[in-house]
């Protein structure tokens, strides 16, 4: 479909501004060098090439075709393609799903008329694609009156038409290189994630520019992500509809479904894909992207000669999390030697005096560079890089210092004329215009080589879970996750103090003892409980005690024995849970309870199943963490025990299947470092059997 | 010292590329009208002036005086030119406070030496201003080596030279008029404050960019941005420093003092300044701020030629806090039966139909515009709006629709060629290629508009408030409040049932009873506290059982009566306080209590004195105000009690002077609605009397 011998164009037009024309005159225009094969009944000839009256006329089997005429045409031109033996059609046709009911069917006739062929399908109502790379446009879009793609490393994948060759125009006038783009339009067949995938193995792309209103499916997405990260290929992504306005709006567009933002941008972390909020960000990463110089771990150096620049950029680093660590201490003596009015911590700034006198510069660079050991390097040089007295004499101590730390990322932050940014852009760096933008492009940079290099996801072994045929009640519940790993609040029922005494041990320290009767309604009243036992002996002591207590105060009563429980105090009340996402399957949250959760929404969602390691990094994102690290005087809580507790979940979420519908466990107590996290409350909810 | 008739260069320099020759270079370049004097003992001409051997031989008393000599010559040049009656100098001159503490002494002597003579010095170690109005130019930058300004409406006014003439540039290059300029580097005597106050009443200036690292004095900041809102001139503010990074950097440059980012923030909220994160959005606001158009009630409608778009600007505006409402239904029932394929609800998705046949473009325009009644409207056209076939079909009806509905704020955003861009603009638009960021601009006008629309700050009365010599215990400094209008938690020992019954009855219900005698500590062991008094009857027994308990159980003691106390429940806890800025004074917080405070740090502070009316607004502004507001079924809080005790505490402040270090009220029980807030602990610290 992307890159074919031959391609027919059913709907052909003569026309060359026609939907059915613009193709044609596209592709002879830019040399494809395939056959284009018109079909249309009227005309031998169109647009110069011979046309055929009809699919079945065609002299051979196309490699894949373009549908261009409506309705219930298109249903038939498909049927007539897959009985020629096409494997694959580009429907720019409208009408179907997006519209309404009658054409949500017409599209079911469509794709069902192309699986019976095994034929694939991209759309219907679709803008179609573009390969530059051998000069194939099945795409009626009008962007390419105001110029052809500029070749290069980009793809741009999106969902919708519009959009994607807005996103390529930009990129086209910012000279930024886009050989391939491919709308999936109403996703009849090929979906967008199929599309990633496809980038993520091309040659003709490195870098994947993606735009998508809502993710329809799971498993080709997911593959396309994962395998974009082991390809070492970033994966850029406008999602929108994350608002409740934008998801009306993704609503009544394209028949989309917008999906819940926070599982869709959870699933996007998991695989390191960096989301852009506007068309510029996409493009500043996109572009910082093309020199393929990813920081696994960044940091950053600047040198500036303007403090205020460097204050600037100091809170830019901030905001977005890329350290700037001080140069040495020996460092900094050796630059204010050079010159005395400079602030050498990083940012370095070298002052216009570093500027004027050149051979200062290369100094203050490369030592920065040296000394400094950051991964990203940020130069400011603001008008000066752009002054035809000094940007000459600069730009080689510039180049130098590149050349020399070739493993570092150089970005520049100067005004200047397209023709120097072109030169400063030969020698290796990445030009910015806004110091803040550029921040924001190298920190995407070191996102993706943290995901780059990360070690490939452990496989998380799953349990079979066999769910009960109705929603348990809460015992049952606790029992049952607390086989899956996430434990109750342990108590048990003892008949002997031999047994009171072992299960306390088993507990672990200080336990709770309740005499344990039928006929005793309100323990306390007779003096039925003891709280603080903090050892055996106390154990066996209560048990007398209770026992005795009973004899006394309750004559008659039949006691059972004694109920000793694990002692909850000083825990942090947590909130774990379990949705099932329609598009993406079971999801694991967790949370703080009360306020954190309620008024904040101060939640952590990822996939199911996943490992401890990163069910603790989950715990740590959340706002509300230094609650659990030891704020307000508390002691350290019991993270591994929950992030242990929240992978279980994790996992029981994955081995139960469709039927599990959700789990709450609310609260979680948390007790302090190696005392545990136990379910006090738990629900889960399943889908009954029939 | 901006439109002076004469100025003296001491240190003029005969060769243009020098710190003291570029000012007169640039000034005869660009045709200055006034008299340039230089001022040169070694030269009887300078740059082909006539030139003088000091500032004593000057034949007249210029308007102001460049000072481009080093070091201590600088302060006998401004000594002299004193003497010699000149009011004003602009000192190029580094090496002062910036640097040292003898730099410091220095500058001390510079300000010494001009105030003796009621003169007064923008600098020292500035790079000067411009007025291109008037082809002045004492500034040393080399920016104008790239081009001269371009004429228009926008004023910076910068701490940091190399900063401000960076934003001169990057406007520049933009298109973006610049007529003037001013940097007031170490502020010794001109603060940007002063410069910000200047621009509010000059002609030159209709838009204020402003630079700040730290905000050194507060009177004349505060007066020039309530001239400057007065003046309906819209202020819009870049402040760095806000991160610890940042922090630091800013107090290693230019000796400033960064200052509590928080409280700096709170005194442009109040005077609706609006704050840039970068330069880009500086410029875009600037430039959106050209047309003059401040919504007070911002409302967006939009309309686009592709679905994606529309989400994305949803997506934004949401963000953004700008409304979308939907059009009216009879109007979107009007463009769906013009294009049945258009999704008219706002944003309006005219399709690529709409472009095609152009008569439709017309009634989506001019419907949603007039039925809709945006105060703001977007056309997203993408390429279509730089297509040379479409755009001229296009831009008539574009025009006609903004000249009919001429008080709106309209905005395209487009990919178009410079000269296209610029025919929109005559029409008009305001033209952005990123929607966006065409958004954020949108939502800075509106706040330009509200603040411009509010009435006039009302004068709050300030009590006189006389401090005790010491910091207060708790008990006085409760009294000490309650009499400011913060009532603590009401209490009165009585000594009578008469007493007992007129106390409750002021407090209203429920109250608490206790036994008051000075030999009875645990009173709840005799039954000394009865909770729950409902009216006055239940207090007349209560008050019988505890004289009777206590002369049952603890007979002998001294009996004092009993304390009514009101009975708090139920109560939300919020924190109150004031701290004292070292620039602005005293400032107010308002937080919620716990977490909210201690771990999110959700706070809003205000300068003393305020209304209730921004009291509440302070509130309501709390991400943790749903739990004032009736979340997870609590009744509603006594907003209005909290605000009256917030806008009291303010007062107070305000009244209480300098010896006020800070006050903390913590906590602060809220009731439910109707019923009060009191303060159930107070510490005031005041600084001690000699």
Chains 1, 2 share one sequence.
Not at 359 to 380: N, P
Not at 634 to 649: E, F, I, Q, S, W
């Amino acid at each position: 479909m992307v890159r074919p011998r031959s391609v027919a164009v059913v709907g052909a037009s003569d026309d060359a501004t026609r939907i059915g024309g613009r193709p044609i005159a596209y592709m002879m225009d830019q040399g494809f060098a395939g056959t284009i094969l018109p079909v249309n009944p009227n005309r031998p000839k169109v647009q110069g090439l011979p046309a055929f009256a009809s699919v079945s006329a065609l002299p051979s089997v196309p490699d894949v075709a373009i549908v261009a005429v409506p309705g219930e045409a298109a249903v038939q031109a498909v049927a007539d393609l897959g009985a020629k033996g096409c494997r694959a059609a580009i429907v720019f046709t409208a009408g179907f799903a997006e519209v309404d009911e009658a054409g949500a069917a017409m599209q079911d006739r469509l794709v069902a008329a192309a699986r019976g062929h095994g034929m694939r399908i991209l759309g219907p109502n679709c803008l179609g694609l573009f390969n530059a790379a051998v000069g194939f446009y099945p795409m009626f879009s009008t962007s390419f009156e105001q110029g052809w793609p500029i070749r290069g490393n980009i793809g741009i994948a999106s969902q919708s038409g519009a959009y994607g060759t807005h996103v390529f125009a930009v990129s086209r006038a910012r000279g930024l290189g886009t050989t391939v783009c491919v709308t999936t339009g109403n996703e009849s067949d090929v979906s967008l994630g199929e599309v990633i995938g496809w980038m993520a193995q091309a040659p003709e792309v490195e870098v994947i520019c993606a735009y998508a209103e809502g993710i329809r499916e799971s498993d080709r997405f997911i593959a396309a992500l994962d395998l974009a990260r082991r390809n070492r290929k970033p994966v850029v992504m406008m999602k929108v509809g994350r608002s409740e306005l934008g998801g009306h709006a993704a609503k009544s567009h394209t028949a989309s479904i917008a999906g819940d933002d926070t599982i869709t941008q959870a699933v996007l972390d998991e695989f390191g894909v960096v989301r852009a909020g506007t068309t510029e960000q996409m493009l500043d990463i996109a572009y910082a992207a093309s020199r393929r110089i990813y920081p696994a771990r960044n940091s950053l150096g600047v040198i500036t000669v303007s403090g205020g620049a460097g204050v600037l950029i100091s809170d830019a680093a901030e905001a977005a999390g890329i350290p700037m660590p001080p140069m040495p201490d020996d460092a900094q003596a050796k630059l204010k030697s050079l010159i005395s009015f400079s602030a050498p911590r990083n940012p370095v700034d070298c002052t216009a005096q570093a500027v004027n006198q050149t051979e200062m510069f290369e100094h203050f660079l490369e030592t920065t560079a040296e000394a400094g050991g950051y991964a990203s390097m940020m130069v400011f040089l603001t008008q000066t890089g752009g002054s035809t007295t000094m940007a000459p004499k600069l730009r080689p101590y510039l180049k130098k210092a590149r050349e020399k730390f070739s493993d570092r990322l150089w970005v520049l932050s100067v005004i200047a004329s397209a023709d120097k940014v072109k030169g400063y852009e030969e020698d290796g760096y990445l030009v910015f215009e806004d110091p803040t933008r550029a921040v924001a492009a190298i920190e995407a940079m070191g996102r993706f080589g943290a995901a780059f290099a990360a070690p490939p996801a452990e496989e998380i072994p799953v349990p079979e879970v066999t769910l009960p045929a109705t929603t348990p009640t809460e015992a049952e519940g606790k029992r049952i996750l607390a086989q899956a790993g996430v434990p109750a609040v342990p108590e048990k029922a003892c008949a002997s103090v031999a047994e009171a005494v072992a299960a306390a041990d088993s507990f672990g320290y200080p336990v709770v003892g309740k005499i344990l009767s039928p006929d005793i309604l309100h323990k306390s009243e007779i003096g039925g409980v003891i709280l603080d036992l903090a050892n055996a002996d106390a154990v066996r002591e209560a048990h007398a005690t209770l026992l005795a207590r009973a004899a006394e105060r309750a004559p008659g009563a039949r006691i059972e024995g004694v109920l000793i429980a694990k002692q909850i105090k000083g825990a942090v009340e947590m909130a774990l849970g379990v949705a099932r996402d329609p598009v993406f399957g079971p999801v694991a949250m967790v949370g703080l309870g009360g306020v954190f959760i309620e008024i904040l929404k101060d939640v952590s969602f990822r996939r199911c199943p996943f490992s401890e390691a990163e069910a603790e990094k989950m715990v740590r994102s959340l706002k509300g963490f230094p609650l659990l690290d030891g704020a307000r005087g508390r002691p350290k809580a019991d993270v591994k025990a929950l992030a242990g507790a929240l992978a279980a979940l994790s996992r029981f979420a994955a081995g139960a299947g469709d039927r599990l519908l959700s789990v709450d466990v609310n609260p979680l107590l948390v007790l302090p470092e190696g005392q545990g996290a136990f379910a006090a409350d738990a629900v889960i909810e399943v889908e009954e059997t029939h």
